[in-house]
């Protein structure tokens, strides 16, 4: 059964405040995945501890950091079943995990950060792994 929306909402919005785009449905994620062109950071949100606490706070802190994908989108897990059962479609060689991270460029998956590499660890720590990535295939700054 899905978490109560009440109780996602506010970790929902730490997300999108950043730009990232909510994939709700399985065609979401089709949609957005069918954009093959540049890059693009799928995040698989959830509830736990280590997303509050280190996987939505690093990605923010990556994000702020140097290169930015071309596209942002995220599902939630334990809400938009479906949705998430789609995303992880698209990176079906890894075990699903949740939270995870995954970077795309021209529609290949190119990055995928599991769970089990963001728990147990500070979020400037998965920060910095992101930021790395995110410069080596989205580019450098101005």
Do not use: W
Request: hydrophobic letters at 45%; proline letters at 7%; a negative charge.
């Amino acid at each position: 059964m899905p978490y109560d929306p009440r109780l996602v909402a506010p970790m929902r919005a730490e997300l999108t405040a950043l730009g990232f785009t909510e994939l709700l449905t399985s065609a979401d994620v089709d949609s957005f995945m069918m954009q093959k062109e540049g890059t693009a950071l799928l995040v698989i949100n959830s509830v736990c501890g280590c997303a509050a606490g280190m996987a939505r706070p690093g990605v923010r802190l990556a994000l702020q950091q140097g290169p930015r994908p071309d596209r942002l989108g995220t599902v939630f897990a334990g809400q938009d079943l479906e949705a998430a059962a789609q995303a992880r479609s698209y990176f079906a060689d890894y075990p699903p995990s949740s939270p995870s991270l995954a970077l795309f460029r021209d529609g290949d998956l190119v990055h995928f950060v599991p769970r089990h590499q963001i728990e147990g660890r500070l979020a400037e720590q998965v920060a910095s792994d992101l930021a790395r990535a995110l410069a080596e295939y989205c580019g450098t700054t101005a």
